[in-house]
């Protein structure tokens, strides 16, 4: 299986801030990789898909670059409904294994 | 637009075999893969497998031998069945759509709670 490795675990951060999110691959997934945000009680919910592209409805202040081993989520300035918990998940081989999860916290 | 519902039993004793359904409406069946993810109380997501219209099938292997999934295209449902299980299977189950194209998850259930427990 490939493992998927987040980081920050968690993460305190302002209103207005910008934050940057990391996830690791342990071996080359190309670009197969996907961003999922995640609220209390709510079923995940798909930001980026293949490392960059933004699902539809999804806010611009979100991107996502990197391709092999590493990528990147980016929020440029958290708002309120941003505080939540962010999941990457790699597509490239089954299983689709998911990241540990980034908890973002307000400050 | 598309929704998906998941449904079965709460409730499971251990050793036996957890069932669930999901019910996909608003859109095709056809030309996706249907997926199963479960997360346990505060943790992580756990992607369970998928499966296409046509019954093709992948599993995780660290649960395949206890893993069944199979589709009803007439019923616009998918199910899944998983065996012998034990206290550890407790979590919230999500049924997903795939995307095919790009593989990523775009539409989700609400979730369902399953508690094995006597």
């Known amino acids: 299986d490939i493992q998927m490795t987040q980081s920050p675990s968690s993460l305190s951060a302002s209103v207005g801030d910008r934050v940057t999110i990391t996830c690791r691959a342990s071996?080359?997934?190309?670009?197969?990789l996907n961003w999922y945000q995640q609220k209390p009680g709510k079923a995940p919910k798909v930001l980026i898909y293949?490392?960059?592209s933004l699902q539809s409805g999804v806010p611009s202040r979100f991107s996502g670059s990197g391709s092999g081993t590493d990528f990147t989520l980016t929020i440029s300035s958290l708002q309120p409904e941003d505080f939540a918990t962010y999941y990457c998940?790699?597509?490239?081989?089954?299983?689709?294994?998911f990241g540990q999860g980034t908890k973002l916290e307000i400050k | 637009q598309v929704q998906l519902q998941e449904s079965g039993p709460g409730l499971v004793k251990p050793s036996e075999t957890l069932s669930l359904t999901c019910t996909v409406s608003?859109?095709?069946?056809?030309?996706?893969?249907w997926n199963w993810i479960r997360q346990p109380a505060g943790k992580g997501l756990e992607w369970i497998g998928r499966?296409?219209?046509?019954?093709?099938?992948d599993y995780n292997p660290s649960l395949k031998s206890r893993v069944t999934m199979s589709v009803d295209t007439s019923r616009y449902q998918f199910s899944l069945r998983l065996s012998s299980v034990t206290a550890a299977d407790t979590a919230v189950y999500y049924c997903?759509?795939?995307?095919?194209?790009?593989?990523?998850?775009?539409?989700w259930g609400q979730g369902t709670l399953v508690t094995v427990s006597s």
């Open positions: 997903a759509r795939d995307r095919g194209s790009g593989n990523y998850l775009d539409y």
């Open positions: 608003g859109g095709s069946i056809s030309s996706y893969y």
């Open positions: 499966i296409d219209t046509s019954g093709s099938t």
């Open positions: 071996l080359s997934i190309d670009r197969h």
């Open positions: 293949a490392a960059s």
């Open positions: 998940q790699q597509s490239y081989n089954t299983p689709h294994t």
